[in-house]
């Protein structure tokens, strides 16, 4: 064996060392068990310092609407994908239109050779060490469309992601709306739980002191203690919902989910009346502004510039290549002193380039460019369609919330009437208990249901402005609730 072999022998293994470990994974053992390696413990490491920082929020300020919007626009992290997808686009666009330019390449080569030659009656040993410079250019002069459409096709790819990154804030937006008017519910539902239960425990203590002075029963005592019992579990379920409601709202803005946050609560929310306009006007602005159907429209355009490339291949490509090469040659030959020489080279040629049969590969990808064009604009229809049938749908809800409103406010206002009226009548002995717990539960009842109506018209509202895609409007966004 050599003495260098064993060297190189380490040499390739010291190569092969950060690499063993990809190449040390097994199979997995079985089918019914999970698979753990080192390279999992590698991955959770990396993940953990790839994690980004969380939003801090001030515990003690009370965010409204907009500045929790605001929030959520800077902070979340399905925006910065968006943005930096449109950027990639953008350097795409970039790439396409650098085809309408000729591309100059420089290169420089050196070498030895050495070779043994036959002269005469012998053979000589010739070495030589060439030099060169070279200079190359290539420029497409003419090629019916093909670089055109390519570079449409990219712009087009670039409205895309510009509308999908506006289609980004209009989903968060709508998201952080529902989130808030969820966290709104659920704390008017907390003040109302919390009020439905001291009126059972007055109710409760009404009885305690009745069945004292003998004027009540002791099931009127327990009936009051079920009441109460009831509307501490309601309280609990409320205040469950309403930790639930901080976590999504939390999330939502990019912080942390344990992150203390106040919000303006319901009653300082301002709540309208009507919906102010027709809904055939709601559809076509909806139509004119949402940024799903734009990029939609948008996917048209990159469609036709496919097909103008297609198209382009049934005509020839004519290109120009120049260069110049500066050479330089030493030579020594067995026996004689060096030799050198020096030269430069030119060239300029154009090529024309025609493919005359391809075996129907040019008609087919004519044929499937046009079918994506007809695929595009069908596209465009069905969400056209789809579109109007959501804002319907969103603007009937709306008109539905209003009616609830109006009707749970009735129904709070006849039900305070009628538990006041109940335990006014049981105190002086003219109600029975049983009278006054249905009463307290009706009450009960139309206070979540008064919350629930008030919070389901702001969400009905968000959810139209979300379908019509004013929401990201800037004359929206200032007159938010």
Same mark, same amino acid.
């Given at each position: 064996?050599?003495?260098?072999?064993?060297?190189?022998?380490?040499?390739?293994?010291?190569?092969?060392?950060?690499?063993?470990?990809?190449? &040390?994974?097994?199979?997995?053992?079985?089918?019914?068990?999970?698979?753990?390696?080192?390279?999992?413990?590698?991955?959770?490491?990396?993940?953990?310092?790839?994690?980004?920082?969380?939003?801090?929020?001030?515990?003690?300020?009370?965010?409204?609407?907009?500045?929790?919007?605001?929030?959520?626009?800077?902070?979340?992290?399905?925006?910065?994908?968006?943005?930096?997808?449109?950027?990639?686009?953008?350097?795409?666009?970039?790439?396409?239109?650098?085809?309408?330019?000729?591309?100059?390449?420089?290169?420089?080569?050196?070498?030895?050779?050495?070779?043994?030659?036959?002269?005469?009656?012998?053979?000589?040993?010739?070495?030589?060490?060439?030099?060169?410079?070279?200079?190359?250019?290539?420029?497409?002069?003419?090629?019916?469309?093909?670089?055109?459409?390519?570079?449409?096709?990219?712009?087009?790819?670039?409205?895309?992601?510009?509308?999908?990154?506006?289609?980004?804030?209009?989903?968060?937006?709508?998201?952080?709306?529902?989130?808030?008017?969820?966290?709104?519910?659920?704390?008017?539902?907390?003040?109302?739980?919390?009020?439905?239960?001291?009126?059972?425990?007055?109710?409760?203590?009404?009885?305690?002191?009745?069945?004292?002075?003998?004027?009540?029963?002791?099931?009127?005592?327990?009936?009051?203690?079920?009441?109460?019992?009831?509307?501490?579990?309601?309280?609990?379920?409320?205040?469950?919902?309403?930790?639930?409601?901080?976590?999504?709202?939390?999330?939502?803005?990019?912080?942390?989910?344990?992150?203390?946050?106040?919000?303006?609560?319901?009653?300082?929310?301002?709540?309208?009346?009507?919906?102010?306009?027709?809904?055939?006007?709601?559809?076509?602005?909806?139509?004119?502004?949402?940024?799903?159907?734009?990029?939609?429209?948008?996917?048209?355009?990159?469609?036709?510039?496919?097909?103008?490339?297609?198209?382009?291949?049934?005509?020839?490509?004519?290109?120009?290549?120049?260069?110049?090469?500066?050479?330089?040659?030493?030579?020594?030959?067995?026996?004689?002193?060096?030799?050198?020489?020096?030269?430069?080279?030119?060239?300029?040629?154009?090529?024309?380039?025609?493919?005359?049969?391809?075996?129907?590969?040019?008609?087919?990808?004519?044929?499937?460019?046009?079918?994506?064009?007809?695929?595009?604009?069908?596209?465009?229809?069905?969400?056209?369609?789809?579109?109007?049938?959501?804002?319907?749908?969103?603007?009937?809800?709306?008109?539905?919330?209003?009616?609830?409103?109006?009707? &749970?406010?009735?129904?709070?206002?006849?039900?305070?009437?009628?538990?006041?009226?109940?335990?006014?009548?049981?105190?002086?002995?003219?109600?029975?208990?049983?009278?006054?717990? &249905?009463?307290?539960?009706?009450?009960?009842?139309?206070?979540?249901?008064?919350?629930?109506?008030?919070?389901?018209?702001?969400?009905?509202?968000?959810?139209?402005?979300?379908?019509?895609?004013?929401?990201?409007?800037?004359?929206?966004?200032?007159?938010?609730?």
């Amino acid at each position: 064996m050599s003495p260098l072999r064993p060297r190189k022998i380490l040499v390739g293994l010291l190569i092969c060392l950060p690499v063993a470990p990809f190449f &040390a994974q097994s199979l997995l053992p079985s089918p019914d068990r999970p698979w753990h390696s080192p390279l999992e413990r590698q991955v959770d490491n990396e993940s953990k310092h790839a994690l980004r920082s969380a939003l801090l929020l001030d515990s003690e300020k009370f965010y409204s609407l907009a500045e929790l919007i605001d929030l959520a626009e800077s902070h979340n992290p399905l925006t910065r994908v968006a943005w930096e997808n449109a950027r990639a686009q953008l350097a795409d666009v970039g790439i396409t239109r650098s085809e309408l330019y000729p591309a100059l390449s420089a290169a420089a080569l050196a070498g030895i050779d050495r070779s043994v030659i036959p002269s005469g009656g012998g053979f000589y040993r010739e070495t030589a060490s060439p030099l060169q410079a070279s200079l190359d250019l290539n420029y497409t002069i003419f090629d019916f469309g093909a670089r055109r459409g390519r570079i449409n096709a990219a712009g087009a790819r670039l409205l895309v992601a510009n509308f999908a990154f506006n289609d980004t804030h209009r989903k968060i937006i709508f998201q952080v709306e529902q989130a808030y008017y969820r966290l709104l519910n659920a704390s008017a539902q907390e003040t109302a739980a919390r009020a439905s239960l001291e009126n059972a425990q007055a109710v409760e203590q009404s009885a305690d002191e009745r069945l004292k002075n003998g004027l009540a029963t002791l099931p009127d005592v327990l009936e009051a203690r079920s009441a109460t019992a009831q509307a501490q579990y309601d309280l609990q379920a409320v205040l469950g919902a309403e930790q639930i409601a901080h976590a999504d709202l939390a999330t939502t803005l990019g912080a942390s989910t344990d992150t203390t946050l106040r919000v303006q609560p319901l009653n300082e929310v301002p709540t309208p009346e009507t919906v102010g306009e027709a809904v055939q006007q709601t559809m076509d602005r909806a139509l004119d502004q949402r940024p799903d159907l734009q990029a939609d429209v948008s996917a048209i355009r990159e469609a036709n510039a496919q097909r103008r490339e297609a198209r382009s291949a049934y005509f020839p490509t004519l290109a120009i290549q120049a260069s110049q090469a500066a050479q330089s040659l030493y030579v020594q030959q067995q026996g004689h002193p060096w030799g050198q020489s020096s030269n430069l080279v030119n060239s300029v040629a154009l090529s024309l380039n025609w493919t005359v049969f391809d075996g129907g590969a040019r008609k087919n990808r004519l044929a499937e460019a046009e079918a994506r064009v007809r695929q595009a604009e069908a596209q465009v229809n069905a969400d056209r369609d789809q579109i109007e049938d959501e804002v319907w749908t969103a603007y009937s809800n709306l008109n539905t919330a209003f009616r609830q409103r109006e009707a &749970a406010t009735a129904l709070l206002d006849a039900a305070s009437q009628s538990y006041t009226a109940a335990l006014e009548s049981y105190n002086y002995g003219v109600r029975n208990l049983l009278d006054v717990t &249905a009463a307290q539960k009706v009450l009960a009842q139309a206070r979540s249901a008064d919350v629930l109506a008030r919070t389901q018209v702001l969400a009905a509202l968000s959810e139209l402005a979300f379908r019509t895609g004013d929401s990201i409007r800037a004359s929206h966004r200032s007159s938010r609730p």
